[in-house]
């Protein structure tokens, strides 16, 4: 029973992960950033959510206002921020790195707005159904309906996200574009709106991401909440497994790093909580540093 | 619809890569660019599609000026350039990327149509179309990177060096191709190419370019029968 617990505990927050992941790749594709804000900007979409919670009284109205908070703001970011950076800073050594350390200012700029809005005590969400474990032959898992409906949601949500890249349009826009921005531009995409779109679709993601890791965990929702901490690091962490560039591996390496704390955690030491992730992180690198699904000779720098 | 370009200076940081270049090419013409590496070819063709701008000078297209727009609008006014290297999308299957040079068109059924056009062009690539495009050989690439721009209805072609590593078979039949293309589309044509004599003898007429200068400009024919041209271009 141990084991089934585990196991199910590690592809529920795993599956967070994922999302969290994907939203940094999306990004990174998108415009070669990598996002460090992600955690401030899901965070600001779950106190959307919050907000939504509390006055409509739905959290299943909640997760869509979140996610359209989340994916507006994340718009304005790359139009207002983004855009400019990179086209400021388009070569030298600062080409790569002023573009980040924007992002980790204006990770610092959500979370001191978030306090001075939303006050720096801790706020609550009330999930959709309990997250009191199931009930099987009198033993009592830790798995629970909550975390059933949330595998549930993400698996949707990426079936969707799938379905949208494969099969249509803009899909193929957003494909074009990161792999290949000049021929992209010179079949008549307009590349920077789909990097705007790139971006608001990572900031939907990372909504949902948001919400769930807040219900998941003990329900509260704080500026400075170490469970987006958490979620900036093993979305990270997940992207990173997964080779950055693949929305597929963004979604393997959230369920592999997911299922390996969980079995760290129980197995080994609940102590290991913040070292597990990193430990894991550096084990792919050292056996396969371009990721799990990255391209062995990366074409881009 | 006549391409005009007058007095075009580009720069490249602080090399002069153009420098006053007034070249006309008339509607349904099919203009080979030749010279050496570093003549500026690849920069003239890059400015007139709107990936570069120029420093001085102007250009037109169908009476209109279009110096400043960028790459992406101009496809929507009729204008597709195929770049250096084999243009294609190598993540992407045959179908996507032809798909993706009809996207800004909106229309699913229109783009169907056309790629049945390319496939009867191309007939490689419709036994390839679900491959990815990294799978295909130099010469299907090419013909892939042509069917994508084709994709757009274009009325002017830009092609930078079709014939780039492709063997001798394969570059006549592409010259082939583009000759016919030109001719049964009516498509204006501007093509910058190494392979001097491949491409004056598909032209209507030529251009040639020495750093960054117009040097002649005559009737295809007339360039290939000049002494000089033949001296520094075509090698006997």
Known sequence: MDFLNTLLIGITSGSIYSLMAISMVLVWRSTRVVNFAQAGMALLSTYFGFEAVTKLGSFWIALPVAMIGGALFAALVEMILIRLLVKHSSSGPIAGVAPIIATLGLLGLIRASASMIWGGQDVRIIGPVSNDGFTINGTTLVFSPLKLLILITVIILMLILSIVFQKTNIGLALRASAYAPEIARLSGIKVDWVRTLGWALAGAAGAVAGMFQTVNGNGTLSPDSIEFSLLLVSGFIAAVIGGLDSLIGAVIGGLVLGLMISFVLMYISSGLFFIAPFVILLTVLFIRPQGIFGAKAARRA | ?236
């Open chain 2, 1 to 236: 619809m006549t391409l005009n370009v007058s007095n075009l200076t580009v720069h490249h940081g602080a090399i002069c890569a153009i420098n006053q270049v007034s070249i006309a090419v008339p509607t349904g013409k099919l203009a080979a660019i030749i010279g050496s590496n570093g003549a500026g070819k690849t920069t003239l063709l890059r400015t007139i599609s709107g990936l570069k701008n120029p420093t001085h000078g102007d250009i037109t297209w169908n009476g209109q000026s279009i110096s400043g727009i960028k790459p992406e609008m101009l496809v929507r006014r009729g204008i597709s350039h195929v770049s250096e290297g084999k243009s294609v999308v190598p993540e992407l299957s045959v179908r996507e990327n032809l798909e993706l040079g009809a996207i800004w068109r909106g229309n699913k059924k229109e783009a169907k149509e056309s790629i049945d056009q390319v496939i009867t062009i191309f007939p490689r690539l419709g036994e390839r179309i679900e491959q990815r495009a990294d799978t295909l050989s130099g010469g299907e690439r090419q013909m892939l990177a042509i069917g994508r721009a084709i994709m757009a209805k274009p009325q002017l072609l830009l092609l930078d060096e079709p014939s780039l590593g492709l063997a001798p078979l394969v570059v006549e039949q592409i010259f082939q191709t583009i000759r016919q293309l030109a001719t049964s589309m009516n498509l204006t044509v501007l093509l910058v190419e190494q392979n001097a004599m491949g491409a004056l003898k598909i032209a209507d007429l030529g251009i040639v370019l020495n750093l960054g200068k117009v040097v002649a400009v005559n009737h295809a024919q007339a360039l290939i029968d000049d002494p000089a041209v033949r001296a520094a271009y075509l090698g006997y």
